[in-house]
């Protein structure tokens, strides 16, 4: 069998050919570490339960309709009074999250208690995680301390 040698317009084509799958396949292989990522790092919502936000009053702290108070896990907010007040953050937290969330059933995973008797969770709307949401817009901080109850801010 002899070998036909390409001529450089057939070559060309043959180099666009191989390097269009080659991306396909590199850009089908990402999407799918991508999506066994979001797979492992977000729970199942039948495996948690549900809520409804009533109203949030910070960027971390909400009521639910049954009257729970919740404490988002992992993420500090700037504060609306007291001696570390930062009123103009904190208010533009508290609207961004009353408009992400207020009135919307959520899953919830409950972590613990804080020491004013506060729900300690994360709150998932979907596959996204509040508090995460929170952190990527800018609204909040990692709270370095309790980090690690949560499985996004390791």
Not at 66 to 80: F, Q
Not at 99 to 119: A, F, H, P, V
């Amino acid at each position: 069998m002899s070998k036909k040698k390409l001529n450089s317009e057939q070559q060309f084509l043959r180099n666009l050919l191989i390097g269009f799958f080659s991306t396909l396949f590199i850009v089908f292989v990402i999407s799918m570490v991508a999506l066994f990522q979001t797979l492992i790092t977000y729970p199942n919502s039948p495996e948690l339960a549900t809520v409804t936000i009533h109203n949030c009053y910070d960027g971390d702290t909400c009521t639910t309709t049954e009257g729970e108070k919740l404490r988002l896990a992992c993420i500090d907010s700037p504060e609306l009074r007291g001696g570390r007040a930062d009123p103009i953050p904190a208010k533009a937290a508290r609207e961004f999250l009353n408009s992400e969330i207020k009135g919307s059933t959520l899953n919830i995973r409950r972590i613990t208690k804080d020491r004013y008797g506060r729900t300690v969770a994360e709150l998932f709307k979907g596959p996204v995680n509040i508090q995460e949401q929170l952190v990527e817009k800018g609204f909040a901080r990692i709270y370095e301390r309790y980090r690690s109850q949560c499985e996004w801010s390791k």
